[in-house]
C-alpha cells in the first residue's frame, strides 16, 4: 500500500447501499441517527473495498456529523481499511495465543507464497497483506482473517494451500484445516466420546 492513496474527488452510494443506508438510520429513534456510523461506514467499504475521504464526508453529511467525527470512527476501528486494499484482505493474527501456536511460521508461509510482506499488496492487487492484532477465535490458532471468512488451525503448509486456490479463483474450506470440529480438542473428543456415555450422563 502506498502512503498517500489516490484519493477520489466525490463518493456516492450505490442505489442499493443508499437504500440499505436508509434502513440502517431507519433503525435510530430520530435525532440519533449518528448511531448508524459503524454500518454506514462498513456500507462504504464493501461497495468500494476501502473508506476514502469522500466516502467519510459523504456519510457525515448523511447523519449530521462533522467529517472528523466519523474520521475517528474509521481509524479507531482495524476494520475499516483507510487505504484501497487487493481483492482478498488477508489479515494475520500475531498476538500471543497464535503466536505460541506458530503464527511465525504462518506468517512467513503468507511472505513466500504471496512475495509481500506487511502493508504490501501483490502487483496483481489480488492480496494485501496485514497484521492483525487478536482476531478473536485463539481456540483455534493461529488463525489468518481473509476478507470475511476465518482460516483456523494453520500451520505453512495449510496456509500456502487457502492462498493458492484463492489465487486461481477457487473458494477453499474456510475454519479449521485440520478438521476438527469447531473448538473441539486437537486430538479429538475426551469426553461424551459415544452415544451411550452422552445417555448415561444427560
Ligand atoms: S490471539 Fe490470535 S485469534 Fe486471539
Known amino acids: 500500500m502506498s502512503d498517500s492513496p489516490a484519493e477520489p474527488a466525490a463518493f456516492a452510494f450505490t442505489a442499493e447501499s443508499a437504500e440499505q443506508a436508509r434502513a440502517f438510520i431507519a433503525r435510530y429513534p430520530i435525532g440519533r441517527q449518528q448511531s448508524a456510523v459503524m454500518p454506514l461506514l462498513d456500507l462504504a467499504q464493501r461497495q468500494e473495498g476501502w473508506v476514502s475521504r469522500a466516502a467519510i464526508e459523504a456519510i457525515a453529511d448523511m447523519l449530521g456529523m462533522a467529517p472528523i467525527q466519523v474520521e475517528e470512527v474509521a481509524t479507531f476501528y482495524t476494520m475499516y481499511n483507510r487505504r484501497p486494499v487487493g481483492r482478498f484482505h488477508v ?112
Open 91 to 202: 489479515q494475520i493474527c500475531t498476538n500471543l495465543p497464535c503466536m505460541l501456536r506458530g503464527s511465525d511460521a504462518v506468517l512467513d508461509s503468507v511472505r513466500e507464497t504471496l512475495g509481500i510482506g506487511i502493508g504490501e499488496t501483490t502487483a496483481d492487487g489480488l492480496f494485501t497483506l496485514s497484521e492483525a492484532e487478536c482476531l478473536g477465535a485463539c481456540v483455534n490458532a493461529p488463525v489468518i482473517q481473509i476478507n470475511d471468512d476465518y482460516y483456523e488451525d494453520l500451520d505453512a503448509a495449510s496456509t500456502r494451500a487457502v492462498l493458492e486456490a484463492l489465487g486461481r479463483g477457487e473458494t477453499p474450506k474456510t475454519g479449521s484445516q485440520t478438521g476438527r470440529q469447531t473448538s473441539c480438542p486437537a486430538g479429538g473428543p475426551t469426553t461424551l466420546t459415544s452415544p451411550a456415555a452422552a445417555t448415561e450422563r444427560a
